[in-house]
């Protein structure tokens, strides 16, 4: 075991990094002072711009050797001089994406000569093509109704609606107010739900998360609920504390979270099924769809309604449209409410076509010769007149 590994020292992260071996971190997490003047107990947030700058620089050469090839680097920053830091780490990496975190602050006045600033600004940059990323472990999942409104055929089983979809690059999370739960005393304390989607995303189960600037701990927290290990480093003691009596909690399993690879195995347990599903469902319709109609079964579901709809109202065989009509109903009746518009649409449809094809429908060789037989002759007949005048009352007999 390490003598550096779930460690959060209480000391200068420059003077810090000395102790990690270089090529030993998964990921780089990390939420620098913004140099907006904010009291840290220390003056590293209200620095000349120049000092703030080569600073940065400093630590940024110091903390990279200490990526393995394929490991990822978030940062967090405002507006203020993300430009600048984005161009030190561009020379120095590849730039993935550019994540807006909207801090959801409720309207209450804000700036008069300029617009209010609601959002901080997140870099992420990986070492190399074949970057760690797991999407899976990020999905978001699609609410009920979303789900219910993509009743569509094409979208029955489809993968990405059992899982979810891949988060995009806003943001929209509560910043921690005062009466928020999980807040600590710390200034700028940043949201777990933030930092987990980067480590699940960006960090493998077991891997390495290095944040050099720990203030209340939520990367050390948030590397705990994951099944992640953790090293950084906080200059001010106070805030030490906090981080220690924050894991302590989290140990004692106040914020707990099932482990990462449970997670990992039931997205893929939400996954399969899908697709089974999707391949039961196109040959069960017909028949079980037309049974359960028949048999007014309650269980027909949302994403069946539709076929079986369909399905009833073509074994409608006279066609009349009181039966299809009926046949609609009983559909409607067992499924929820979107199926009850798709269930009545093609119902009337279908009533209207097989009542058309009956009406086409020629009549059997049988009929016509009796027909032709009973037909009276008149002067101007000629045998093709009588043929057709004998298909067409055959015709008419067959239908009534
Ligand atoms: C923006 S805060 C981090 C907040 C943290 N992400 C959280 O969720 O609580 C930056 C922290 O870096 C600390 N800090 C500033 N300079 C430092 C340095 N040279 N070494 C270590 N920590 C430092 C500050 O005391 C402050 O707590």
Same mark, same amino acid.
């Given at each position: 075991m390490s003598d550096w590994l779930n460690q959060v020292f209480c000391e200068d992260a420059l003077t810090g990094l000395a102790r990690i071996p270089d090529g030993s971190v998964d990921l780089i997490l990390t939420d620098p002072p913004y140099n907006l003047g904010k009291d840290y107990g220390n003056a590293s947030d209200q620095q000349t711009v120049e000092d703030y700058l080569r600073w940065t620089e400093r630590w940024i050469e110091a903390a990279l050797p200490k990526l393995k090839p394929n490991g990822s680097l978030y940062i967090f920053l405002t507006w203020r001089f993300s430009p600048e830091i984005f161009v030190m780490l561009k020379k120095r990496m590849t730039m993935m994406n550019e994540i807006i975190w909207d801090r959801r602050v409720p309207s209450m006045g804000g700036s008069v000569r300029s617009y209010s600033s609601v959002h901080d600004t997140i870099g992420f940059f990986v070492?190399? !093509?074949?970057?760690?990323?797991?999407?899976d472990a990020v999905r978001i999942a699609y609410d009920a109704e979303t789900k219910k409104a993509r009743s569509r055929s094409i979208f029955i089983g489809a993968k990405w609606l059992e899982v979810g979809y891949n988060p995009k690059d806003l943001w929209s999370v509560s910043r921690l107010h005062r %009466? &928020? $739960? %999980?807040? @600590?005393? &710390? $200034?700028t304390q940043k949201p777990l739900e933030i930092i987990e989607r980067m480590l699940k995303a960006s960090c493998p189960p077991d891997g390495v998360v290095l944040d050099l600037f720990m203030g209340s701990g939520t990367t050390a927290i948030a590397a705990r609920r994951c099944g992640r290990n953790f090293v950084g480093f906080e200059l001010n003691p106070e805030y030490c504390a906090i981080i220690q009596s924050r894991l302590a909690e989290t140990d004692a399993g106040a914020l707990a979270e099932p482990a990462p690879l449970k997670q990992r195995a039931a997205v893929k347990r939400a996954a399969k099924p899908a697709v089974k599903k999707a391949a039961a469902k196109k040959p069960a319709t017909k028949k079980v769809a037309v049974k359960k109609v028949a048999a007014k079964?309650?269980?027909? !579901?949302t994403v069946v309604a539709k076929p079986a709809a369909k399905v009833a109202a073509k074994s409608v065989? @006279?066609?009349s449209k009181p039966r299809a009509k009926a046949a609609a109903k009983l559909v409607a009746e067992a499924a929820p409410t979107v199926a009850i518009e798709s269930a009545t649409k093609p119902a009337n449809k279908a009533a209207r076509k097989p009542a058309n094809k009956a009406a086409r429908k020629p009549a059997s060789k049988t009929a016509i010769k009796a027909a032709s037989k009973a037909a009276i002759k008149t002067p101007a007949d000629t045998p093709a007149k009588r043929s057709r005048r004998a298909v067409k009352t055959a015709t008419a007999e067959t239908i009534a």
């Open positions: 070492g190399r !093509k074949d970057y760690y990323f797991d999407l %009466e &928020h $739960p %999980e807040r @600590a005393d &710390h $200034p079964n309650v269980d027909v !579901k065989k @006279a066609a």
